[in-house]
């Protein structure tokens, strides 16, 4: 889709956690993926594989965001 | 009587449509000179309820909608964190902007952040060249 010059940018606040925190630097959004793991549980399947419970559509369209990230 | 009430409409009506293109005329000056840059954050996606991350249309108002800021053609990205991060109430360290695109499939989804150190983002580019 092409972007007219009369669109707004359109940009993402990302608030960085500290580094002397944290010890390292993240690549991601990462309170995006925090916010959705915090809103969904994580629960095992009968399979054994580990799936968020309550996947909202909210916190899944955050999760495709990050899935979808490329970084430069 | 008459004529003079008449001749002070039209003089009104008049000064009505100039005061009127005259304001039209600086809108769209002004436009020219500012662009306009929605910041999605957690929070406003944290109350988002729809499709996508957020709603960019100015139609509709709500809590969720991200925050606007009009930016003059010509500022340099890191005068324009500097605001957005003064806004938000974080220090500039801990801010990273990350563009939003349109997918394929006609979401729009957090792309790619700016990064600082591209030397196209450098004084001698206005703040327009690096985002189109």
Do not use: C
Request: net charge negative.
């Amino acid at each position: 889709m092409a972007v007219r010059e009369s669109d707004p940018i359109r940009l993402y606040l990302d608030i960085l956690p500290d580094p002397s925190e944290v010890g390292y630097f993240p690549q991601f959004p990462e309170t995006l993926l925090t916010y959705t793991h915090e809103e969904n549980p994580m629960g095992r399947r009968q399979n054994g594989h580990y799936f968020p419970q309550a996947f909202r559509r909210r916190e899944a369209i955050a999760l495709r965001s990050w899935q979808g990230i490329r970084t430069k | 009587m008459v004529e003079d009430f008449s001749f002070t409409s039209l003089l009104e009506r008049g000064l009505d449509e100039e005061r009127a293109q005259m304001e039209a005329k600086g809108e769209r000056e002004e436009q020219q000179l500012l662009l306009t840059v929605k910041v999605m954050t957690d929070e406003t996606f944290s109350r988002h309820a729809g499709v996508d991350v957020a709603v960019f249309d100015e139609k509709n108002s709500s809590p969720a909608d991200p925050p606007t800021f009009r930016v003059p053609r010509h500022e340099i990205y890191s005068a324009f964190k500097s605001r957005v991060s003064q806004h938000f109430g974080y220090s500039e360290s801990r801010v990273r902007l990350w563009a939003l695109a349109d997918r394929q499939n006609r979401t729009v989804r957090v792309d790619t952040y700016i990064s600082e150190s591209d030397p196209s983002l450098s004084s001698s580019h206005g703040f327009h060249a690096d985002f189109f």
